[in-house]
């Protein structure tokens, strides 16, 4: 069963730094890419990070240079690294695991419970 829990939320000062982990990374199928999102209250979901099996990565524009996901397989983790954290970076943090299997063939996406990051002026 797949099962991803978040951890590192919480209030910071703009201008700060807070890493979220994202573990359970092992408990996915055929995983091809780990992801973050994130949603502010009344917008969308949106794409910052994300990070293949591979090794590429992808950001975000509002966040490119300062966020920085990266996996430790040893701890089945996946982390983003967040500095100079502004206010419009407050939102709910979703980790996701994209499951791929081209024999199969199985795509899914798995997410987590979500923790929140809110950055005060």
């Known amino acids: 069963q797949v099962k991803l829990v978040e951890s590192g939320g919480g209030l910071v000062q703009a201008g700060g730094s807070l890493r979220l982990s994202c573990a359970g990374i092992e408990t996915v199928p055929s995983l091809r890419t780990m992801e973050w999102y994130r949603r502010a209250s009344g917008n969308e979901r949106e794409l910052v990070a994300s990070l293949s099996t591979s090794g590429s990565t992808k950001y975000a524009d509002s966040v490119k240079g300062r966020f920085t996901i990266s996996r430790d397989d040893a701890k089945s983790t996946v982390y983003l690294q967040m500095n100079s954290l502004k206010r419009e970076d407050s939102a709910v943090y979703y980790c996701?695991?994209?499951?791929?299997?081209?024999?199969?063939?199985?795509?899914?996406?798995?997410w987590g419970q979500g923790t929140q990051v809110t950055v005060s002026t």
């Open positions: 996701a695991a994209e499951q791929y299997d081209p024999v199969t063939p199985v795509m899914a996406r798995y």
